[in-house]
């Protein structure tokens, strides 16, 4: 099949075969461009290092491994030991893909051991407790471990319970899925096909009805921040594609669509060609009666107040309330922290608005405090980059930098807070929002702001074996 006829088959949403799929990626020049941008965040490592000392990596995620894989090429004696329950791996962000009905649960799902050799000790097991002071941790077997340099990729833990009235097990019951429940340290994903069930449920009730459908933000720092709005673009769009409707409400606790205007902007503009989508902001889901199917949000606002002669403006004066809103679906994204073990710990912010987060320098992902600690991934309580884009990029920067450390230098490497998020704004569609700490930071000459297929076809047929063959290896 030639390169346009492919083109043509993604651009009408039919669908591409594996094999198509592949061929595109060989004479797609976007796709190439792609591939060169992507390999190449940083050119750290490019020759290996003679540095000795035991070297702790905590977790078993994309951060994990691609510290692993780097650190592996970088040292010519290596000491690692990781510290990771999960023999299977989980995609996430194929998860929203398997909600959505275009990938299969085994699509996301693959074997760790293909990334953890046999030269590196593996504890599978997770950390209970911290000890910084002495080079030590503790597992939950209680298996003490010493370290002299150590890496932390514990990622994010969700909080439901935090949600009055609900429990995670009572995802995919009365009309309530997230597609974030995961026990990503048995290796599954139930989030995933929960919330393709609830795709079609959603379906078959807008065949006689209007539904009534919630989706939710919370206050608290995400893995994934644009996930929300991509269930909500996606489902509306399930419907729309068989000329169904059902009544949408986006719940949040900010105050906006996205952070950086522009992209804010194109999302306004994507709700309004949808016509059915009702922004709440400022309300954030704090309880839910599942049986009678009404979620309450506590809503912050402000009102004006009188008008201050000498500011010559009006006062604005904060205001709260509890709001009932009833509901037929409801897709719930938690509250999201950093782990127990470290956010009790010596290793997290003690204060401020990163508080629990790991305390890491924001450019050089070394701990503020403790030098021979360096995070990746999630768990870093930085402003920004809770993606596997950021933790991509983070790897060289991390292995280059604790290389630095083990050999009595200055780490010089910078971290520039980039990440990307893919929002998915209808089937066949994406806007692609890369940004950085100083704001947007397109890797190519195109509008960031502007939906568009080939970042569908990208996301969907050519990142996940990118991710699975090279990014994980530590090799892009």
């Not at 750290?44 to 995620?61: C, E, P, T, W």
């Not at 078959?204 to 009805?209: G, Q």
């Not at 489902?235 to 105050?255: I, P």
């Amino acid at each position: 099949m030639k390169y346009d006829k492919i083109m043509k088959k993604i651009k009408e949403n039919e669908g591409i075969s594996r094999r198509d799929a592949l061929r595109m990626m060989a004479l797609s020049p976007v796709a190439a461009t792609v591939l060169v941008s992507t390999g190449t965040p940083s050119t750290a490592n490019a020759s290996s290092s003679d540095a000795i000392g035991r070297v702790v990596i905590v977790g078993g995620g994309s951060g994990a491994l691609m510290a692993l894989s780097r650190l592996r090429r970088a040292l010519t004696k290596p000491d690692i030991t990781i510290i990771a329950p999960n023999e299977k791996h989980v995609y996430q962000p194929g998860q929203i893909f398997v909600a959505a009905g275009e990938y299969a649960p085994e699509d996301i799902i693959f074997d760790n051991s293909g990334y953890i050799t046999d030269d590196v000790k593996w504890i599978k097991d997770e950390v209970e407790t911290f000890d910084p002071d002495n080079n030590k941790l503790t597992t939950k077997k209680g298996t003490v471990v010493e370290y002299d340099y150590m890496i932390v990729a514990t990622g994010v833990q969700y909080h439901y319970e935090q949600i009055e009235g609900l429990r995670a097990d009572m995802l995919g019951q009365h009309g309530i899925a997230s597609v974030y429940q995961s026990d990503l340290a048995a290796g599954t994903a139930e989030g995933a096909t929960i919330t393709r069930d609830w795709f079609n449920a959603l379906h078959e009730a807008a065949k006689t009805s209007k539904p009534r459908v919630i989706c939710t933000q919370p206050s608290t720092p995400l893995k994934c921040g644009g996930a929300p709005q991509k269930i909500l673009y996606l489902s509306d769009d399930f419907l729309k594609r068989d000329k169904l409707t059902a009544d949408f409400t986006f719940a949040t606790a900010g105050e906006k669509l996205f952070g950086l205007p522009e992209i804010d902007a194109a999302l306004h503009k994507v709700q309004d060609g949808y016509g059915n989508i009702t922004n709440k902001f400022g309300h954030e889901l704090i309880r839910i009666d599942a049986e009678k199917k009404i979620a309450t949000f506590h809503h912050t606002y402000q009102v004006q107040g009188e008008f201050d002669k000498e500011l010559k403006e009006y006062d604005m004066i904060d205001k709260e309330e509890d709001v009932d809103m009833e509901y037929d679906f409801i897709h719930i994204t938690p509250p999201m922290h950093a782990v127990d073990a470290v956010a009790n710990s010596l290793l997290g912010w003690q204060k401020g608005t990163a508080k629990g987060w790991l305390e890491v320098d924001r450019e050089t992902l070394q701990h503020r405090r403790y030098k021979n600690v360096f995070g990746i991934g999630d768990v870093c309580g930085i402003p920004i980059g809770k993606t596997g884009g950021s933790a991509r990029h983070q790897g060289p920067i991390v292995v280059g930098n604790l290389i630095s450390v083990m050999e009595k230098k200055e780490p010089a490497l910078k971290f520039d807070g980039y990440t990307v998020c893919p929002l998915k704004v209808s089937y066949g569609e994406i806007i692609m929002a890369e940004f950085n700490y100083d704001g947007l930071s397109p890797s190519f000459p195109l509008d960031p702001a502007q939906p568009r297929w080939i970042w569908w076809a990208f996301d969907l047929y050519m990142l996940q074996p990118m991710y699975r063959y090279l990014m994980l290896n530590g090799l892009m």
